[in-house]
């Protein structure tokens, strides 16, 4: 048998109705091993997202290298994606995230090739080669 508490089912529907609206996001704060990331799971398997776990303070190159796939999955292939942070106690990461947040822009993600890449894909897909600008594909990727 499994008890549910009126509270997680209440939060849970409160995340996945953010998690399921256009550029949906949600910052859960509380003490650690209080659910959170339990939360955040359930709530992005319910709304179909892809799930993306990362230890804020393990090696910053390997938080990059996931913070880039699950950029270019959710931009490229438009996919809803769940970003899920533990242990977030690196203050330059969390400014990274919080511009993130609130531009679509990741600084100092990706390189410039990179973006040139992206930009030849997303201009592949829309099928115009040179007639788009540069901020126009990348309004599109975002």
Do not use: M, W
């Not at 949906?24 to 799930?51: D, E, N, P, R």
């Not at 919080?98 to 030849?120: A, M, W």
Request: glycine content about 8%; charged content about 20%.
């Amino acid at each position: 048998d499994c008890i549910v508490f009126d509270d997680f089912v209440n939060h849970i529907l409160r995340i996945s109705r953010v998690l399921g609206s256009s550029r949906g996001y949600v910052l859960l704060v509380g003490c650690s091993c209080s659910g959170k990331g339990s939360l955040a799971q359930l709530a992005g398997f319910l709304s179909s997202t892809v799930i993306v776990h990362s230890d804020a303070n393990q090696d910053p190159f390997i938080s990059d290298r996931v913070f880039q796939n699950a950029y270019k999955a959710a931009g490229l292939q438009s996919c809803s994606t769940t970003l899920i942070l533990s242990n977030p106690r690196n203050n330059v990461l969390l400014e990274r995230i919080n511009q993130f947040v609130r531009t679509g822009h990741f600084p100092g993600l990706l390189s410039n090739e990179e973006v040139e890449e992206i930009h030849k894909e997303i201009r592949g897909k829309l099928g115009d080669d040179e007639t788009k600008s540069s901020d126009a594909v990348h309004d599109q990727f975002i």
